[in-house]
């Protein structure tokens, strides 16, 4: 009861605040990232902290809360104080959690404020270099007669965009594929280049030091059109899986109850540094396309993106407790 009503006050607070046309921010803000450090979505996190960090002249602290498919870290902002000082770099990942676990702690729609997708990206299918294949017609075909015997990895572990990338490939190319959850996309990769791991779909960041080594071997990317940042690969579905198309996206989300004023406020900051012309290199570098959308248009993409990922969940039967 007294935690209830010390987040009664502070939502007072921070309305009362605001009303008066308050500053922001005053302190330094902390921003959670429901994944490891050195994945790709942590990688693009500090990025982002420290252009924002420039922007605002106060500190903004990434602070990873990773386990649970990521609900650790979405749940801690959920439950979080409405003032702003906390919020959440979330990626698809929380579309896909709100119908792949039955019980959660928190309700994504109810619970988060969406405040701005700040970048959407592709995912690149790679496979081990020792495996025999080039392309991935070749690797369909060494899949089909395996059933259950390759592997997958996900970077954030069951419900994560990475698993879903997996099971999405499963359905549509016909195979059996068994997913091996990851507590990072460092992780998966670096058993993808011993061999103990048959393929991963995962981000551009983490891969493309170990593509250009040629640690890994990329096959095709996700998008509905080639990537810019490997415009050689062509996309899943134009090498050989139809209808295949996976993107992921990156958001900033509040704690239910931020005020309005504030989360447009947010929204406008993140918007600037994410379309800045000086920070273009930075982000495609990053292999993400900068977004910086409203506040409105986050939210609509967010409820479309929960919808499309419980169609997968129900097809594949991969409900969790």
């Known amino acids: ?45 500090r990025v982002l902290a420290q252009k924002l960090t420039d922007r605002w002249g106060q500190q903004v602290i990434v602070d990873n809360r990773a386990g649970a498919g990521g609900n650790i870290g979405v749940d801690l902002v959920a439950k979080g104080v409405p003032d ?58 060494y899949l089909k007669p395996r059933p259950g015997q390759a592997t997958f990895g996900s970077g954030g572990g069951a419900g994560s965009s990475d698993h879903m990338a997996g099971e999405l490939f499963n359905l549509l190319a016909g195979v059996a594929v068994t997913h091996v959850p990851y507590k990072s996309g460092p992780a998966a990769v670096n058993d993808l280049i011993g061999g103990a791991l048959t393929l991963y779909i995962g981000g551009v960041p983490i891969q ?52 309005r004023p504030l989360v447009m406020k947010i929204a406008e900051d993140l918007r600037a540094v994410m379309q800045a012309p000086e920070n273009r290199e930075r982000w495609a570098g990053l292999g993400v396309d900068p977004e910086g959308t409203s506040p409105a248009d986050f939210s609509a993409y967010f409820k479309a993106d929960i919808e499309k990922w419980r169609k997968v969940v129900v097809a594949a039967k991969l409900h969790s407790d």
């Open 84 to 141: 702003g000082y906390t919020l959440l770099f979330a990626s698809s990942s929380v579309a896909v959690s709100a119908s792949y676990y039955r019980k959660l702690p928190y309700d994504a729609q109810r619970d988060l404020v969406p405040i701005s997708q700040i970048s959407s990206r592709v995912n690149v299918l790679s496979v081990s270099p020792q495996l025999p294949v080039g392309n991935v017609k070749e690797l369909v075909a």
């Open 1 to 45: 009861m007294p935690n209830r009503w010390a987040l009664v006050i502070a939502v007072g607070v921070a309305g009362a605040a605001w009303g008066q046309g308050a500053a922001y921010p005053v302190k330094p803000v902390r921003l959670v990232v429901h994944i490891g450090p050195g994945s790709s979505m942590d990688i693009v996190a």
């Open 208 to 259: 493309l030091p170990m593509i250009k080594a040629n640690r890994i071997k990329p096959l095709a990317t996700t998008g509905a059109r080639r990537s810019s940042a490997l415009p050689e690969l062509p996309t899943v579905a134009e090498a050989g899986v139809p209808g295949y198309e996976v993107n992921v996206w990156y958001g900033i989300f509040a704690p239910r109850n931020t005020p």
